[in-house]
T-cell receptor, first 110, second 113 residues
Framework: QKEVEQNSGPLSVPEGAIASLNCTYSDRVSQSFFWYRQYSGKSPELIMSIYSNGDKEDGRFTAQLNKASQYVSLLIRDSQPSDSATYLCAVNFGNEKLTFGTGTRLTIIP | DVKVTQSSRYLVKRTGEKVFLECVQDMDHENMFWYRQDPGLGLRLIYFSYDVKMKEKGDIPEGYSVSREKKERFSLILESASTNQTSMYLC????????????FGPGTRLTVL
């Protein structure tokens, strides 16, 4: 069974620091990778996608993909209290659906 | 902006009732999905559809069925609701998973008594 693993946290990071969220997956043929942010009581919101090895930056967010090691990470620079949420990693294992990790709860401490 | 709407935010039903959850998207997306989300278990795919009248089972289809008569609408049906189907149900749509991740509706919190 194809799986996506995340550390459930909680991960606590001081305001202004870098938050680093990690995700590993089980299948080398995985094609596309996504990070979602989910605030408490709300639905997930897509914040980053990445398809090839390396880094992809969007504002304060950087997604990093290493297919050889089968991990994808999300860095949040200059963390703000509004970044406090659960972050979900999702992987497309080559078919028309996503497999989600269980999420990492991030708390930014003012 | 992509908009995915769901028919109810909160729903309370009795065991054995037939339950309909409806989802509508306005972006002409081919793919639509139903997930349930439970603490500690994350998001689990129930069913998905890649075209009108087409459907595929996800990871946990037992006890559920779906209907997609029109491109913009995807319904989840609980034929005979049970207490273990109490959950948050999330609908999503996407143009193509290879080209972009899904966009979620606001969710329906279903309680089965």
């Amino acid at each position: 069974q194809k799986e996506v693993e995340q550390n459930s946290g909680p991960l606590s990071v001081p305001e202004g620091a870098i938050a680093s969220l990690n995700c590993t997956y089980s299948d080398r043929v995985s094609q596309s990778f996504f990070w979602y942010r989910q605030y408490s009581g709300k639905s997930p919101e897509l914040i980053m996608s990445i398809y090839s090895n390396g880094d992809k930056e969007d504002g304060r967010f950087t997604a990093q993909l290493n297919k050889a090691s089968q991990y994808v990470s999300l860095l949040i620079r200059d963390s703000q209290p509004s970044d406090s949420a659960t972050y979900l990693c999702a992987v497309n294992f080559g078919n028309e659906k996503l497999t989600f990790g269980t999420g990492t709860r991030l708390t930014i401490i003012p | 902006d992509v908009k995915v709407t769901q028919s109810s935010r909160y729903l309370v039903k009795r065991t054995g009732e037939k339950v309909f959850l409806e989802c509508v998207q306005d972006m002409d997306h081919e793919n639509m999905f139903w997930y349930r989300q439970d603490p500690g278990l994350g998001l689990r795919l129930i069913y998905f559809s890649y075209d009108v009248k087409m459907k595929e089972k996800g990871d946990i289809p037992e006890g559920y069925s779906v209907s997609r008569e029109k491109k913009e609408r995807f319904s989840l049906i609980l034929e005979s609701a049970s207490t273990n189907q109490t959950s948050m149900y999330l609908c999503a749509s996407s143009l193509s998973l290879a080209g972009g991740g899904g966009f979620f509706g606001p969710g329906t919190r279903l309680t089965v008594l």
